[in-house]
């Protein structure tokens, strides 16, 4: 898509060269992150004809959120390197796109400053912290901030290796920029991973992680069939197929072959969600039609904020947006309801 295209190219001439590196790497020799935007494509769409499209209606519900897209913002750590407004730039652009925000451990900007600012849908991103007092304080506290949702990562029981990161060095934060301590992530001055998560976190712990925060908790970093049942198994209010943008396990599996198996594993139980490598409106109705309810974005709206803060992030979802009405109407689906596993197939070539 040409907006996204552009504002790709304005960050990467805005941001210092290792900032870069660091919101577009992936781990290792980044098979997976490049995977996750293939993947997408080999799934062909079959269009209906003499559908009324007279209107095409993109509304969806997601965990009692009520949105104008299924195109939500996903967990992105230190907004503040991308732009000076930061995290709660993120939080009105998604707002003002009828989307929703999901702000991250790893963020640059308090909790309670990005809920201020804040006027759609809030979730909070989680990882658990080594020190458990942490990580229930920031979990007490979410619903008093309103958020609507939990969201438990866990692809990230180690960082993965991430080698532009580790050529590039720690990189510091703009000045009197500090990450959110209270999000449990054990505060900072840079980007380098934390030694402070708990890598012996198991699905036992969602069940005091449910309870400390009294909200629905989406698990996120799910591959699998057998993970997808055990995340309902033990009360997960809805899955997120990601394999963190390929940043974690290189080699794993896109997202876009994932997420039908965890979707059949799931059943309808709670909403199936799915994140990578989506970045036009085609590749989310394929999601849809794959069985999954809402997806996220990374780096695509990383590059609108990076390329003109609170409007480039909006004009990003927006985009996404305009381009899904689009897919919609030429695939013969008025709604999402409409879109079903019969509008995919899996490609020849
Ligand atoms: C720079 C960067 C930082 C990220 N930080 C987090 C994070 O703090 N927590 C988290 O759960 N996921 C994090 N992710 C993963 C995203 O939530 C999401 O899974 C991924 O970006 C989706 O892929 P996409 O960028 O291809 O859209 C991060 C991704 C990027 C690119």
């Keep these: 898509m040409d907006l996204l295209r552009r504002q790709e190219a304005l960050a990467r001439e ?3 060269p290792a900032v870069h590196d660091y919101f577009a790497g992936g781990a290792g020799d980044e098979q997976t ?14 269009p209906r004809g003499l559908v009324d499209v007279g209107a095409v209606d993109t509304a969806v519900e997601v965990l009692g959120a009520r949105l104008r897209t299924p195109i939500l913002v ?34 640059t900007t308090d909790l309670a400053d990005v809920a201020a600012a804040a006027d759609g849908p809030l979730w909070l991103q989680v990882y658990v912290d080594r020190d458990r007092e942490r990580t229930l304080r920031v979990l007490a506290g979410a619903r008093e901030h309103g958020v609507g949702a939990v969201v438990l990562t866990v692809d990230l029981p180690v960082a993965g290796r991430r080698e532009r990161e580790l050529r590039n060095g720690e990189l510091p934060l703009p000045d009197g920029v500090r990450l959110a301590d209270h999000l449990g992530g054990a505060g900072g001055e840079g980007t380098k991973p934390l030694a402070g998560w708990d890598p012996t976190l198991t699905w036992a712990d969602l069940a005091w992680i449910r309870e400390a925060c009294g909200l629905p908790v989406a698990v996120k970093g799910v591959l ?23 940043r974690q396990l290189d080699g794993c599996v896109p997202t876009a072959v994932a997420l039908e198996e965890v979707a059949g594993a799931v059943g309808g139980a709670v909403p199936v969600l799915v994140d990578g490598g989506i970045r036009d409106g085609g590749d989310v109705l394929r999601a849809l039609a794959l069985g999954a309810r809402a997806v996220l974005v990374g780096r695509p ?5 990076a390329a003109g803060g609170q409007d480039g992030a909006r004009e990003a979802l927006e985009a996404l947006t305009g381009d899904l009405e689009l ?13 079903t596993r019969d509008h995919v197939r899996a490609a020849l070539w």
């Design 14 to 16: 805005r941001l210092d």
């Design 33 to 46: 992150l490049a995977d996750n935007e293939r993947a997408w494509r080999r799934w062909w769409i079959r």
């Design 74 to 107: 996903a967990p992105v750590a230190a907004h503040a390197l991308l732009h000076h407004d930061g995290e709660r730039a993120g939080a009105r652009a998604a707002g003002a796109a009828g989307s929703l925000f999901t702000l991250s451990t790893r963020a």
């Design 224 to 246: 699998t069939a057998q993970d997808a049942r055990a995340a309902v198994e033990h009360g997960a209010a809805a899955v997120v197929v990601s394999n963190h943008g390929g």
């Design 301 to 305: 709206y990383a590059w609108g904020l």
């Design 327 to 339: 897919a919609m109407a030429l695939a013969g689906c008025p709604s999402l309801a409409a879109i």
